[in-house]
């Protein structure tokens, strides 16, 4: 999971630069909304998972 954080991450921010370094300023940030965006959805299903087992565990 730390993995998969720091890609998504480092893909993020590369291509951050890259737009801010063409001018393209808003589309750079709208990428790292995105990226935001995807790491915030595979740390809720994480969470998620980490419920469910729980509840399994104490029979809830």
Do not use: P
């Not at 001018?23 to 959805?41: F, P």
């Not at 980490?50 to 509840?55: E, G, Q």
């Amino acid at each position: 999971m730390i993995l998969k954080v720091a890609g998504v991450g480092i893909l993020v921010s590369a291509a951050s630069q890259i737009l801010t370094k063409s001018g393209r300023d808003e589309q750079a940030m709208l990428v790292t909304v995105a990226g935001i965006i995807v790491v915030l959805i595979m740390l809720v299903q994480e969470i998620d998972e980490l419920f469910s087992l729980v509840r399994s565990v104490f029979n809830f």
